[in-house]
């Protein structure tokens, strides 16, 4: 036996024959059961957001996603309305004074990074 076992031997053996062991046991016993209850508590919330995500959720995606299918549906229909009115081609934007202002032109050209030629006017 080595120096330290034999000294945490002696060290215990008061303690054990005052009954400090049986404490010991006692909160072993209470640390576990709390261990368990968080465990069940831990469960059942994750059962009811689990419950929330699929009942919720994702039906609520669900009309999102057909209101925003819609309305972007009618608002292709109505541009190519205007299209239809005008020739096959959208009506030139106003030339405004204060839209497109730089002082000096982007490394890549005078449109920005994210210009779309069906969308945006062309500044060139």
Known sequence: MSFAALRTAVRAAPRRARGYATADNQALANYIAE???????????????????????????AVCTAWVYNAEAE?????????????????????????????????WGNNSL??????????D
Request: with cysteine; proline share 10%.
């Open 35 to 61: 261990e368990k209850a968080l465990m069940h508590h831990a469960a059942e919330t994750a059962d009811l957001w689990r419950k929330i995500s699929f009942y919720a959720c994702l039906p609520g995606i």
């Open 75 to 107: 608002h292709a229909a109505h541009i190519e309305h205007i299209k239809h009115e005008n020739g096959g081609e959208l009506p030139e934007p106003p030339a405004y004074d204060y839209l497109n202002r730089r002082s000096k032109p982007f490394p």
């Open 114 to 123: 994210f210009w779309n030629p069906h969308v945006n006017k062309n500044v």
